[in-house]
Every structure is written in C-alpha cells, then in structure tokens.
C-alpha cells in the first residue's frame, strides 16, 4: 500500500493535473494520521479536515508550479505542512503555544508556506468580490469560468434570448466584479 | 457599449481566438495607446487571478467531495472524541498549573510577610499597658488631691525638666521656692533676669508646706548687701492686695501679677496656706507673694482645678519654721538671716518691682 518515491512522483503529477483518483489515494493514504496529530493537540474533527485540505492545497499549488521536486517522502511532507499549520492557528486562538509533543519540524516548509499564504490571500479577495457581486452576476461569471461553459449553454439557463446578450451581460458582471476585486487588491496590499 | 467592445476585444485577444489581420491591428493599437495597453495587462493579470480561483475552487470541492465519500464509505474515520472533561483538562492543565503555582507563590509571600511584620512585642505591649496603669493610677491620685501644681509643662531632653520661680531670702545666696519643683531634680539651675546661669543645691525640703531652700554654689554669684523686702511672720489679712513676680514664659522673662487674699486657709482648710485669687500660671511656683508694703507674705504653690481662679500660697512662715529646722539639723556656720525690713513702703509698684526684680531667679531643674 505504502508508495515508494516514484509512485509518489507519478502521484503528484496526476495531481496536478487535477486527478481525482489520485487526490482520492493520498487522502485515504495520510488523512488518519494528520487527523491524530489534530486531535492529539487540542484540535476538533472539523479542525483536522481543514488543515489536512489546505495542506493538499499546498501540495496540489506547488506541484502545479512545476518547479517541484520532492526531495523527502511524501508523508513527511505533509505531516510538516500541517504541523506548521496547526501552529499557526494554535497562535492566532490562544496566548501560548502548547509543547506539540512528539512533533518536531522534519522538513523546512515555511517557503511553500509563504507562498500559499500569498495564493489564499488572493484566493479570498477573489471570494470576497464574488460574494459583494451579488446574483445573477456571481453565477453568471462562475458558469462562464468556474464550470467553462459556452455562451449559448449560459444564455438558455440563464433565459438570454442569445448568447451575444448573454455575454454582454457577462462583460458588464465581469466590469463590476474587476471593480471590487481591485478594490480589495489595493487595499491589501496598501 | 464601447467598454463592452474593448472588453470583448481585449479578452478574444488574451485569449487567442482574434483572427490574424485582427490581431495585428490590436497589437498595433496596443503600441500607439499606452491605456489600451495597461488596460490589457490589468486584465491579464485579472484572468489568470480568477483562474487560479477557480483551480483552487474547483480543487478544494473536489477534497470536499473526497472527504465525505470517503467518511461514507468508511475508508477514513473519525475516530470518537475522549470525554469533554479530560479534553478540558488537557487544554488547561498549562493554565491550572500557572494559577496554581501563582496562588500558592502568593499565598507564601504574604505569610512570610506577615511574619515579618507581626509585631513580636506583644509581651512590650503588656508591659507598657501596665505602666499606663501606674500613670493612671497617679494621675488619679493628682486628681483625688485636685491640685494642680504650677510646674512647667515637661520639655525635650535639653530643657529643664521643671521650670519655676525662686526668690533670695539672703542676699548670701539663699533662696525659697516650691518644693514640687525641685522635687526629683537631679541638678537645679537657677537664671536671673539678666539671663546669668547659677548652680543651686537643694538644702531643705518640704513636701507638706511645699517649700524647698536652695543654695548658690556657684562662684560667680555677688552676694546681695540688702534685700528690700523682708518676710512677714504674722499672718496676712483677708482682702490684702497681693503681687507676685514669676518666670511662666519658657523665655525668661519676668511677669508680674497682682491679685488679692481671699481666704486664710488653703485647700481644704489647710493652715499652712492662703487661698488667693491671682491670674498665675505654670512657671509661677515658687514665687514670692508680696503685700502692697513689699513684704513676702506667701509662696505661690498652686491652683485648684475643679474652680477657676482658685490658687493657693505657702505661708511666709512656713520659711521661719523651715530655716529653724535646718538649723537644728545642720552644722553649717553661716546661718541664714532672714531680711527683717522692708524698703519698699510707700514705694509705687514699678520702682517696687524694679528692686524686687533682681532678687526673683527662674528655677530650672534638670
């Protein structure tokens, strides 16, 4: 059951590329043990499944960056993504920092980190639009770019006479959504 | 409708899907206009933000999904939680550990301060108690007697202990005053008014007339040739106008008062004394009472609390009766002699205390 490095390559690749048979074999694969390490330090069920998704954020961001290389087991990996995780929020909640025992820091991932506090700060002001957007617009752009579908499809859900009205009102819902977006962007980044 | 155009126009053309004659126009509009250019970037940049939103969006539906499939069939558990209250315990063992050691830290201090602090002389205390007792007790019976004598109020270490008024009855350097001043004295000091200091010795003592006669020892003093009042031997008359001369003021400052006899007893029918009515306070004791000739009639001892203007004087005879016994108990060849005549008779009373004046000292007793 357990992967050796060349398996867990193949693994990564079809992750990123979005495969969901493989995102399934490494969730049933290290899920348990993140989830052991959550309950094991004060942590709920709710908090192990979200660190151990946003861990796989991490993963699935770095391996489609392509400059990936893995250079520990897999497992490893993860376990250190979400111990750093959990820490994290341990910080934000309380005033100290409990000994987290048994969990020293096996691979340095404060880079990979950074850069996916970098994406899910984006990822969140990108949210934030889309909720101030406000319907139709926000199921309108999603069906567009979310789900990728073309303009006559959206135009007979939406009950656009054409799909040239259709995407008129696309370009009007997009103008507003690039309004708030880069509203918000400044804003962060001031 | 315009910005609609060159949206469309610009994301066909990020995009890819212009024609090739199209899309060289466009580029070459981008070139000559630096805002459709900035415009097409910003809009780039907005693309691939809202592509990477919907990667992680779709991704993270996608672990969603995965999760509850998998719960379901079972292929991941969540295993059951402990017990709330161990879970409880262990998230604030840290804290009970801190509050507790803190408490305990507290609690130690402020019993090791209160050690220190506690007075251990309860055992002083008692005794100090007890000696309040004894002061009581004395001062009860300074109350039961409801004499006030006219000391001077006690003063620091430095100053005399008693203060009060002494006056010559030999110009060789023989003075009465009150006994309770001299009482206890370890040294007595006497000042005259031109503020000259003189050593005195106590040679007769006499609590129940409350007369005492001091000697000058001290070298410096100059023998009075003649004393200008003499001491009366009769008793006084009832409604005499009297005078005295005293040092009350801690400054030495001679203060005269006048007053008259009222009663020929003292205290409680007391025959050694006069009742007087003389505005006198303490520092007066011991002063000479004269009459209107200048004879010394009494010797100021005190005032009666429980009445205002009450006070009472030693009689002059009591200094006759005292020089008597000393001379039956002493071997001293000078004898004292008494002045036997008065030269302030129809004196007035400033020329009459101008004379008076230097033979009045301040007694002072250490």
């Avoid at chain 2, 609609?4 to 206009?33: C, H, S, V, W």
């Avoid at chain 2, 023998?223 to 031997?233: C, D, E, R």
């Amino acid at each position: 059951m357990k992967p050796d490095s060349t398996e867990e390559i193949a693994l990564l690749q079809r992750l990123a590329k979005h495969d969901r048979q493989a995102t399934e074999t490494i969730y049933k694969l290290y899920y348990n043990m993140v989830q052991s390490l959550i309950l094991n330090n004060n942590g709920s069920f709710d908090d192990a499944r979200d660190i151990f998704q946003e861990a796989l954020i991490v993963l699935y961001e770095k391996a489609r960056s392509g400059t990936f290389t893995l250079n520990c087991q897999l497992k490893t990996y993860l376990y250190s993504v979400c111990r750093r995780l959990w820490l994290k929020k341990l910080q934000q909640q309380q005033h100290y920092l409990p000994e987290m025992n048994g969990m020293e820091d096996m691979v340095p991932v404060e880079e990979d980190l950074e850069a996916h506090q970098q994406r899910n700060a984006e990822f969140q002001m990108m949210e934030k639009a889309l909720l101030h957007l406000g319907e139709p617009c926000r199921s309108l752009i999603e069906a567009f770019y979310l789900q990728k579908r073309n303009m006559t499809e959206i135009a007979s859900h939406f009950g656009y006479t054409n799909a040239d009205n259709a995407k008129n009102q696309k370009y009007k819902c997009l103008m507003r959504l690039k309004k708030l977006f880069f509203a918000e962007y400044k804003n962060n980044n001031v | 409708m315009e910005e609609l155009k060159l949206l469309d126009a610009i994301e066909r053309y990020l995009n890819g899907e212009m024609q090739p004659d199209e899309k060289t126009q466009f580029e070459q509009r981008r070139k000559d206009d630096p805002e459709l250019d900035h415009r097409v970037v910003e809009h780039a940049m907005f693309l691939q933000q809202m592509d990477q939103y919907c990667e992680g969006k779709r991704f993270r539906n996608t672990l969603h999904d995965i999760h509850h499939e998998l719960l379901a069939t079972g292929a991941i558990k969540e295993v059951p939680r402990k017990a709330t209250i161990i879970n409880l315990w262990k998230k604030y063992k840290r804290v009970v550990a801190v509050a507790a050691s803190i408490a305990g830290i507290t609690a130690l201090s402020i019993s090791i301060i209160t050690y220190y602090f506690t007075p251990n002389g309860n055992i002083s205390e008692i005794q100090k108690l007890s000696q309040q007792f004894k002061q009581l007790e004395n001062s009860q019976r300074q109350t039961n007697r409801e004499l006030n004598n006219l000391k001077e109020s006690t003063k620091p270490a430095a100053q005399a202990k008693v203060g009060g008024t002494g006056f010559l009855v030999d110009g060789k350097g023989y003075l009465v005053t009150s006994a309770h001043v001299v009482t206890n004295a370890d040294s007595v000091y006497l000042q005259n008014v031109k503020g000259e200091y003189f050593k005195a010795g106590t040679i007769y003592i006499n609590h129940l007339s409350d007369i005492a006669v001091l000697k000058i020892t001290d070298d410096r003093f100059q023998p009075v040739k003649q004393l200008p009042y003499s001491i009366q031997k009769n008793p006084a008359a009832l409604g005499e106008e009297i005078f005295t001369l005293g040092f009350p003021r801690p400054s030495s400052e001679i203060v005269y008062n006048r007053g008259y006899l009222s009663a020929g007893t003292g205290y409680n029918g007391d025959t050694l004394a006069y009742q007087i009515a003389i505005s006198a306070n303490p520092g007066n004791s011991g002063g000479p009472i004269f009459n209107e000739d200048g004879d010394v009639i009494g010797i100021l001892s005190g005032k009666q609390i429980t009445a205002e203007g009450v006070f009472f004087s030693s009689r002059s005879k009591n200094i006759f009766t005292a020089l008597q016994e000393i001379r039956k108990d002493s071997t001293m060849e000078d004898r004292i002699k008494l002045p036997q005549t008065s030269s302030l008779k129809s004196l007035d009373r400033t020329q009459q205390i101008k004379k008076i004046e230097e033979c009045v000292f301040m007694v002072k007793s250490y």
